[in-house]
């Protein structure tokens, strides 16, 4: 869940920026529930219940897929890698910092290949095959595909089982899911971001002004607090949880 790296800030299209904003906003509420629940104030199943599932797979399918959208952005433009690898390492960075900040709140369950390890493996991924045009479809499908295949693999082959281990987990080519509290896992979430990069490619060749509407006087009051959070995705997203949690732990000692 961050800005994607290498859009220059004087050519980025707020349309995108926007997009990923409304993610922003989507995963702060659900955190939000999370963390009440995780305090007692709310009794929910967020691991089991299809209404919060289906709502982690709907906001990290958007936020990837804006992802693939902004590499489709940042290729148009001619980004070079040295500027693409600082931003790179900036995900990287925080990954890590997920990592350590997460083993200090859950030991047991700790992150370790969550949305920014995923992504940061992903993003290298895709600049890599970022000139392959309608392939990127096929091989998005292939992607998610091959998460089912593999599912029904380990139903027929007790030798996949070494697949659920997590020195290999974070394929993402499992019969059960690891312990942990995030988990991204190559496949079949690449297929997505492949599909982001084949969207954007696409819409830049043959309606490029979509990535404009209604944006090019800086859009309506609405929309500009959503292009400021999607331009801020990556430090928002390491700071809302932590300012979230002391707030309810601040409530919490004032009861």
Known sequence: MTSTPGMPSASRYDSVDALRGAAIVWMTVYHFCFDLNHFGYLRQN????????????????????????????AAHQGQHWPRFCRRWAQVAAAALLVTAASYWMYPQNFIYFGVLHGLAMMLIIVRLTAGWGG??????????????????????????????????????????????EDYVPLFPWLGVMWWGMAAGTWTLRHRPQWFRIGFQRGGSAATRPLVWLGRWSLSYYLLHQPVLIGLLMALGALK
Do not use: M
């Not at 089991?48 to 693939?68: C, E, Y």
């Open 46 to 73: 967020f691991y089991a219940d299809p209404f919060w599932t289906w709502q982690r797979t709907a906001i990290v399918s958007l936020f990837l897929f804006t992802a693939g959208l902004g590499q489709a952005i």
């Open 135 to 180: 392939w990127l479809w096929v091989l998005g499908g292939a992607a998610i595909a091959f998460k089912f295949i593999a599912y029904y693999g380990h139903s027929i082959w007790a030798g996949a089982e070494f697949l659920n281990e997590n020195a290999f987990n974070w394929l993402g080519l499992i019969s059960r899911k690891p312990v942990t």
